[in-house]
């Protein structure tokens, strides 16, 4: 039997499990009923999504296979991100629910953020400024540092961010090298880039940046040997999902100086234990994945959340549809 994705004439249930959900609750109050439990384990989120015909998603949670299978009445999960390796889409796709996702609202602010890093790293920034604050002064003599213009980006994952970071990088006189097995050479020289495997992007690259998407085929794409192939003056820049580099050998390559340094703004685990040693290095910049998070880019992902939750809730198909396959199957 076709599923039909028109509400029932009772308010729809929506449920915002993760952060605040007064947005949510104003932005929905006069046509859902608007929940924001928070939910920090599996159990929790199965128990809150029991009765839930929208669920609104992000990195802050998982949605396993066993919450959408118990989640009965649920008729899409609305991801507020670009990703959505946090959700089972087979089980979705299999119980008829859509999955969307926003992948717009935040690509000029993650390229903007990764620039940053680049310079801090390449600057030694953060270094300059606590040796400033501890009164070093004389210290500056020893920050002879690099400039961007003429050293080579390699970029993994040249999707929509990885694009426009080299656009940005580009225009500012880098080289642009980039590895995705899904862009075509042709593809890569329109943009100016030339496009390689991955060795030896690695071996050639003064800097990596990391645009991939989390797939089967990503998790721990920067492993020991793929560390060990980069320039031991070279940098790491990871602002898509932390479970592309595998954190244990990037330890060792920092600790051992197979590298120069690193930028992360994912981890494997979020937030982090509080041991986790990436976090004892002096040559590693973590932040706690902030690089969506601007004023603008929220502004625009809450816009593209409720247009999908409306057009979801008239029995339309949503726009940012992950899971396609389910549009043949609406009645």
């Known amino acids: ?17 993760f952060g605040s959900g007064k947005w949510e609750k104003e932005a929905f109050a006069k046509i859902a009923d608007v929940r924001d439990n928070k939910c920090s384990t599996e159990e929790e989120l199965i128990e809150a999504t029991k009765d839930v015909d929208i669920l609104i998603a992000d990195v802050d949670i998982t949605v396993t296979g066993k919450v959408i299978h118990n989640a009965h009445n649920l008729k899409a999960i609305v991801c507020s991100s670009i990703g959505v390796d ?3 889409i087979g089980e979705a796709t299999r119980k008829g629910i859509y999955v969307t996702n926003q992948p717009d609202f935040c690509v000029n602010a993650v390229a903007e953020y990764t620039l940053t890093m680049i310079f801090l790293l390449l ?14 002064w004389q210290m500056r003599e020893l920050l ?35 590895y995705d097995p899904y862009v075509s050479e042709v593809a890569g020289e329109r943009l100016g880039v030339k496009m390689m495997g991955l060795d030896p ?53 920092l600790k051992g100086r197979w590298i120069a340094g690193a930028a992360v703004d994912v981890l494997e685990k979020e937030p982090p234990d509080i041991h986790n ?40 198909v949503p726009t940012n549809l992950v899971n396609r396959e389910l549009i043949r199957k609406v009645t």
């Open 123 to 136: 600057r030694k920034i953060p270094l300059a400024e606590k040796q400033a604050r501890e009164g070093r």
């Open 1 to 17: 039997m076709k599923k039909s994705y028109r509400m029932d004439s009772k308010k729809p249930v929506i449920l915002k499990p």
């Open 201 to 253: 992007l690695l071996k050639n690259s003064d800097l990596v940046s990391i645009h991939t998407p989390l797939a089967d085929e990503t998790r721990k794409l920067m492993g020991e040997a793929e560390l060990k192939k980069m320039k031991k003056t070279a940098y790491l820049i990871n602002v898509s999902r932390g479970a592309v580099v595998d954190e244990r050998a990037l330890y060792k390559a």
């Open 144 to 178: 002879n540092r690099y400039e961007f213009k003429g050293k080579t980006l390699g970029i993994i994952g040249l999707g929509k961010i990885g694009k426009l970071v080299t656009e940005k990088a580009k225009a500012l006189g880098a080289k642009v090298i980039s």
């Open 86 to 88: 946090f959700v089972d």
């Open 277 to 316: 040693p990436l976090l004892e290095l002096e040559n590693i910049i973590v932040t706690p994945h902030i690089a969506w998070n601007t004023t603008e880019a929220k502004k625009r992902v809450r816009q593209g959340v409720r247009k999908e939750v409306m057009r979801i809730i008239k029995g339309e």
